[in-house]
């Protein structure tokens, strides 16, 4: 394999593979960023088409909104989302909140705009790559999301990091510094945020075609 000497040389190496040619533009697939949200949770231990699933049976309810799930039936909400698996927890979870989002925030808009990390790790069910999941995806800000595949992936090109912190900071750095050249390679003027998803979606992509290599 190539060498990679940081998060830049790993976003270069991604690049060559062509991986996210039919995606959309921010990879996370979704109708909108209420959604990714609820997707960020319901995918928690457990496989993306199951989520798809969870998310088809709530637009059919017509309950895919803010203020719908702070008030949705949880017998119903339960059976909706059961694809999803801890179908108990995940929807007690995510009513209560939607719940906060409205008294804290008001609307989802602000809460996009406005929530910060601390606040999201304080949410029963959201840690670290949940809240940066949400972070970078539903709400556009600059985090960097890291997850098992990134830590596989890495360990690939020799490196080992003691905790989710570190290999974030790993990634966020070596993409930062080179935030320039990242530019005059793509032509046009691209956010921090897309770069981030971009290049967070291309790993998950290359390991789910190579889990072995």
Same mark, same amino acid.
């Given at each position: 394999?190539?060498?990679?000497?940081?998060?830049?040389?790993?976003?270069?190496?991604?690049?060559?593979?062509?991986?996210?040619?039919?995606?959309?533009?921010?990879?996370?697939?979704?109708?909108?960023?209420?959604?990714?949200?609820?997707?960020?949770?319901?995918?928690?231990?457990?496989?993306?088409?199951?989520?798809?699933?969870?998310? $088809? !049976?709530? %637009?059919?309810?017509?309950?895919?909104? /803010?203020?719908?799930?702070?008030?949705?039936?949880?017998? #119903? &909400?339960?059976?909706?989302?059961?694809?999803?698996?801890? $179908? !108990?927890? %995940?929807?007690?979870?995510?009513?209560? /909140?939607?719940?906060?989002?409205?008294?804290?925030?008001? #609307? &989802?808009?602000?809460?996009?705009?406005?929530?910060?990390?601390?606040?999201?790790?304080?949410?029963?069910?959201?840690?670290?790559?949940?809240?940066?999941?949400?972070?970078?995806?539903?709400?556009?800000?600059?985090?960097?999301?890291?997850?098992?595949?990134?830590?596989?992936?890495?360990?690939?090109?020799?490196?080992?990091?003691?905790?989710?912190?570190?290999?974030?900071?790993?990634?966020?750095?070596?993409?930062?510094?080179?935030?320039?050249?990242?530019?005059?390679?793509?032509?046009?003027?691209?956010?921090?945020?897309?770069?981030?998803?971009?290049?967070?979606?291309?790993?998950?992509?290359?390991?789910?075609?190579?889990?072995?290599?």
């Amino acid at each position: 394999m190539n060498r990679v000497d940081n998060a830049y040389d790993l976003w270069l190496f991604l690049k060559e593979q062509n991986l996210l040619e039919n995606a959309p533009e921010f990879w996370w697939p979704s109708s909108s960023d209420f959604e990714v949200l609820i997707g960020a949770i319901l995918t928690q231990n457990t496989k993306w088409v199951n989520v798809e699933q969870s998310i $088809k !049976n709530l %637009k059919k309810l017509d309950v895919l909104s /803010l203020e719908k799930l702070a008030t949705v039936d949880l017998d #119903t &909400f339960i059976v909706a989302i059961t694809p999803s698996g801890f $179908k !108990n927890q %995940k929807s007690v979870r995510i009513k209560k /909140l939607c719940q906060n989002i409205l008294q804290e925030f008001e #609307t &989802f808009e602000n809460f996009s705009k406005c929530v910060t990390r601390e606040w999201l790790l304080e949410q029963k069910g959201i840690g670290p790559e949940t809240a940066d999941a949400v972070l970078c995806y539903a709400c556009h800000q600059d985090y960097f999301v890291v997850d098992s595949y990134t830590n596989r992936l890495l360990k690939r090109f020799g490196y080992s990091f003691e905790s989710y912190e570190d290999l974030q900071a790993w990634c966020e750095y070596g993409i930062n510094e080179n935030f320039d050249k990242i530019i005059k390679i793509y032509k046009k003027d691209v956010s921090l945020n897309f770069v981030y998803c971009r290049l967070h979606g291309k790993i998950v992509e290359y390991m789910k075609s190579n889990p072995k290599d």
